[in-house]
């Protein structure tokens, strides 16, 4: 019941602050702007929160430090890009978007790389391959 | 020893097909009691299970399993006690070593791999040994980890051992880690 009532509460809340997003500022461009920044700010807190709990030295620890990074990387090319058309930034400057979204996909590559060695390092299909025939192979003894 | 666990098994366990066991044992009993639970669950039970030691190095213990006629290639072993090059994570056989009993989230990462991994209905869970990890941890952190293990286990469906020597200094942790658990057997 507890839980019900937390899940009613919190989308009660997130459809409240969308409504009030939309009313506050009227225009689409604004309000797509705004909730993609809220969303990318929502990651980055989760992503803290597990970096936090995990022990010092893990693998995934080390992973969502990777994932922290591209989350933060997105989230200043997104705000950047928002004020380029806010503030009609032109020039040099409007080129840095560039860069945010080029190191924010260098980074990604990263993630995927520490993530790809994770599987390789946690997974056991192969030697659950093995058992699986030394059970085989006990059956048909038998 | 050996009658004893099986007949500890027989009394209390044998009809329950999956279960978390806190298992206690003595000091001078400790190889012996660990040796007969793991032959009784892979030649008894003849079922594939996850051994994670804290205690001994994984090399040393499937050693120890063959000299007393266990099958190790019923067991996936989870080392978190032989050093590794810059304390990282390698993999031989049918051994992932962890590098660190602090590490707890890759120990967990590890036995949930291995477990889901597993081709039999029926599985075992073997974790040597909870005083090992209080030396290295926390008792909150411990008492934390147990309450997770056991959750897994549950949720795992398997049959789990939690292994500890009896201590006097720890008894207040492994009463609260009996609630956890479905049964605690000394030997």
């Known amino acids: ?142 | 020893m050996v009658f004893k666990i099986k007949v500890e098994y027989k009394k209390k366990l044998s009809k329950l097909k999956e279960y978390v066991v806190l298992a206690t044992v003595d000091a001078e009993s400790y190889q012996e009691a660990n040796l007969a639970l793991v032959k009784h669950l892979t030649q008894g039970e003849k079922i594939p299970g996850v051994y994670v030691t804290l205690n001994k190095p994984c090399k040393t213990m499937a050693g120890l399993f063959k000299r007393s006629g266990i099958d190790t290639r019923m067991i996936l072993f989870i080392d978190a006690v032989t050093k590794t090059a810059g304390g990282k994570l390698e993999k031989s056989d049918n051994c992932l070593y962890i590098g660190n009993p602090e590490n707890l989230s890759d120990i967990s990462i590890a036995m949930d791999q291995a477990v889901m991994a597993l081709p039999s209905k029926e599985k075992f869970v073997f974790f040597d040994s909870l005083n090992t990890l209080l030396l290295f941890n926390s008792l909150s952190t411990v008492a934390r980890f147990v309450h997770f293990l056991a959750s897994k286990m549950r949720a795992w469906s398997v049959k789990g051992i939690i292994i500890t020597l009896e201590k006097r200094a720890h008894k207040e942790l492994i009463d609260e880690l009996n609630q956890y658990c479905d049964l605690k057997i000394d030997f």
Request: hydrophobic residues 50%.
């Open chain 1, 1 to 142: 019941m507890n839980e019900t009532l937390k899940i009613i509460f919190a989308t009660v809340a997130i459809l409240a602050g969308i409504a009030s997003i939309i009313i506050v500022l009227g225009n689409a461009e604004y309000i797509i702007a705004s909730l993609s920044l809220t969303f990318g700010v929502l990651a980055i807190i989760w992503t803290l929160t597990a970096h936090g709990s995990l022990s010092p030295g893990s693998s995934l620890r080390s992973y969502t430090a990777y994932f922290l990074a591209c989350l933060v990387f997105v989230l200043i090319y997104s705000v950047w890009n928002n004020a380029i058309t806010i503030f009609n930034i032109t020039g040099y400057l409007s080129y840095l978007e560039y860069l945010f979204v080029t190191i924010a996909y260098l980074l990604f590559v990263s993630a995927a790389y520490k993530i790809y060695s994770i599987g390789k390092e946690f997974g056991f299909q192969k030697e659950a391959g093995k058992i699986k025939m030394v059970m085989e192979k006990k059956k048909n003894r038998r």
